[in-house]
């Protein structure tokens, strides 16, 4: 079973995300088991402080070692730093949009794991120490939020739908989706009726002839990648 820790200053913001999505599906199942951390409860001194301003000056407040290095290592049972040090099968994830980008191969990578700790920045970021916590720095995009607690939440959705038994229909259901094994995105999909206000279902969709169908969908990812997406294609040799 896999295990999540995520550590915020914000853990309210987890409240509805665990209650309503596929992730409280993944826990009432038994496939893998939350825990929402409130980096308050390791703040210091008598107002719990978890932050301060940065020296040399400068806007914001940055997020301080101690409270930081406390939570992480109380989650992992052990003494953390320059990510070593760490149980077998554990990853700690920092969010952070200097991080690289979080892609399908790294939801796929840590679904395999058995336990994993998120860090929710804030303020105006991480004190520089409190990177050498992390064994993975990602970002979900190429720009700036208020905290990590989004960038957190896409991260444990990506990750624990792809473990064994979530979703329904089996392996087939994570088979063929964007970003899968062929790296493009997903073909367009449909459903009935077969014609809607004039527009109609692809013929081959309804003829039955399974490797027809699976042709079309080939090239139909591909037209819509090259649409959407050209990036993905860039580099990329034709077998």
């Known amino acids: 079973m896999l295990k999540v820790d995520v550590i915020s200053v914000q853990p309210q913001m987890f409240s509805g995300f665990l209650t309503e999505s596929i992730v409280a599906r993944a826990v009432a199942k038994g496939a893998c088991e939350v825990s ?8 210091e001194g008598r107002w719990r402080k978890v932050d301060d301003r940065p020296y040399g000056g400068g806007p914001g407040m940055l997020m301080k070692c101690g409270p ?10 052990v003494r953390g730093g320059e990510g070593r040090g760490y149980p077998d099968g554990t990853r700690v994830v920092m969010t952070s949009p200097a991080g690289r980008r979080f892609s399908q191969s790294d ?6 794991e058995s336990h994993l700790v998120f860090m929710c920045g804030h303020y105006e970021g991480f004190d520089a120490r409190i990177e050498t916590l992390a064994t993975d720095v990602f970002s979900v ?3 700036v939020m208020t905290g990590g607690e989004l960038a957190a939440a896409a991260m444990v959705d990506a990750v624990v739908r792809l473990i064994p038994g979530v979703l329904g229909g089996g392996p087939a259901a994570t088979a063929s989706e964007s970003f899968g094994r062929d790296g493009m995105l997903e ?11 004039g527009m109609k279902v692809p ?7 399974h490797a027809r169908i699976e042709a079309w969908r ?4 591909r037209r819509i990648t090259e649409r959407l997406r050209p990036d993905i294609l860039e580099g990329r040799t034709e077998c």
């Open 36 to 43: 929402i951390v409130d980096l308050r409860e390791f703040g």
């Open 68 to 77: 930081w290095f406390a939570a992480v290592e109380s989650r992992c049972g």
């Open 107 to 112: 939801a796929e990578e840590l679904s395999r």
């Open 141 to 143: 995009g190429d720009f």
């Open 187 to 197: 073909a367009p999909q449909y459903t009935h009726p077969p014609e809607f206000r």
């Open 203 to 209: 013929e081959v969709l309804l003829s039955g002839d």
């Open 218 to 221: 080939r090239s139909a990812a």
